[in-house]
């Protein structure tokens, strides 16, 4: 029931910027940190970005000063500001939700995923 949605992704020329969104609907629970993670062909999957229930951020050392993660509670959707994109930006982007519900079991919900391309 729990759907993650990305959108935003598309083609840009190196030092552009995206904004990419990834809106939640069905049933969530207690959000302990939302995130977006990346992954490029032929590379593993890694962290982009995070923030807590708190808004504590924490960044990608690749990504950090250029990129802004972000959440809008009330339309239930995380977002991340790319700017200064470089080629090896490029990769598949995905939304993550962790949470736990009232018993303390965790739950962790992807989106399917936004493709990010940077030219050079």
């Known amino acids: 029931q729990v759907q993650l949605v990305e959108s935003g992704g598309g083609l840009v020329q190196a030092g552009g910027s995206l904004r990419l969104s990834c809106a939640a609907s069905?049933?969530?629970?207690?959000?302990?940190?939302m995130g977006w993670y990346r992954q490029a062909p032929g590379k593993q999957r890694e962290l982009v970005a995070t923030?807590?229930?708190?808004?504590?951020?924490n960044y990608a050392d690749s990504v950090k000063g250029r990129f802004t993660i972000s959440r809008d509670n009330a339309k239930n959707t995380l977002y991340l500001q790319m700017n200064s994109l470089k080629p090896e930006d490029t990769a598949g982007y995905y939304c993550?939700?962790?949470?736990?519900?009232?018993?303390?079991?965790?739950?962790?919900?992807w989106g399917q995923g936004t493709q990010v391309t940077v030219s050079s």
């Open positions: 069905g049933r969530i629970f207690s959000i302990r940190a």
């Open positions: 993550n939700y962790d949470s736990v519900s009232a018993y303390g079991v965790r739950y962790t919900y």
């Open positions: 923030i807590t229930s708190g808004d504590s951020t």
